[in-house]
């Protein structure tokens, strides 16, 4: 028995469940997208005929036409191609020493959030992500995390009108 022959004829049924499991993904994320559009109250208003509805549908939409497409090109016999990377090592393993750090901070950023306000957990999230990727200049990082913090902080409030939490500095800020 050929072993190199056994191998190559698994090999594409493989990718192709892959494959079909990011379709199945993508159409059920645009599934949800559609049915949480659909549930949305909005009373008609002849000064804003498009409405917040309309957006969601068309994410929701093309999300579905992608699932669909990309369904019928694997089914054909279509395969993605492996990443190439310009300065990526595909075979190295991950970086743990660098992921854990990263999600510690974004995890961190999640919990504290609504306590401490976006300005800290902000600030908290940059700076964690920059020693995690390896900056060894904690002050001059906490300098930047800080001035990145407030200016989102204030671009949301003044730029969107959207006002993030403001935690123990409300008030202040």
């Known amino acids: 028995m050929n072993t190199t022959a ?11 469940r892959a494959e079909l499991g990011v379709s199945l993904l ?7 997208v559609v049915i949480d559009a659909a549930r949305l ?6 000064s804003d005929p498009v409405g917040p509805r309309t957006v969601p549908f ?10 669909v497409t ?14 190439e990377g310009e ?17 510690g901070a974004f995890l961190a950023n999640i919990l ?13 999230l940059f700076w964690g992500s920059a020693w995690a990727l390896g900056s060894r200049h904690p002050v001059r990082d906490a300098g930047i995390s800080v001035a990145l913090a407030l200016v989102t902080f204030y671009g949301f409030y003044v730029g969107l009108g959207i006002l993030l939490p403001a935690g123990v500095l409300e008030g202040v800020l």
């Open 6 to 16: 056994t191998r190559s004829a698994t090999r594409p049924r493989r990718q192709n």
């Open 26 to 32: 993508l159409a059920l994320v645009g599934a949800a």
């Open 41 to 46: 109250n909005v009373p008609y208003s002849q």
């Open 58 to 67: 068309i994410v929701g939409g093309l999300l579905l036409v992608c699932a």
């Open 70 to 83: 990309l369904t019928v090109n694997v089914l054909r016999g279509g395969r993605g191609e492996a990443e």
């Open 87 to 103: 300065d990526v090592d595909l075979s190295a393993p991950t970086e743990w020493r660098v992921v854990l750090p990263l999600l």
């Open 112 to 124: 504290l959030i609504d306590v401490l306000g976006w300005v800290i957990s902000g600030a908290m």
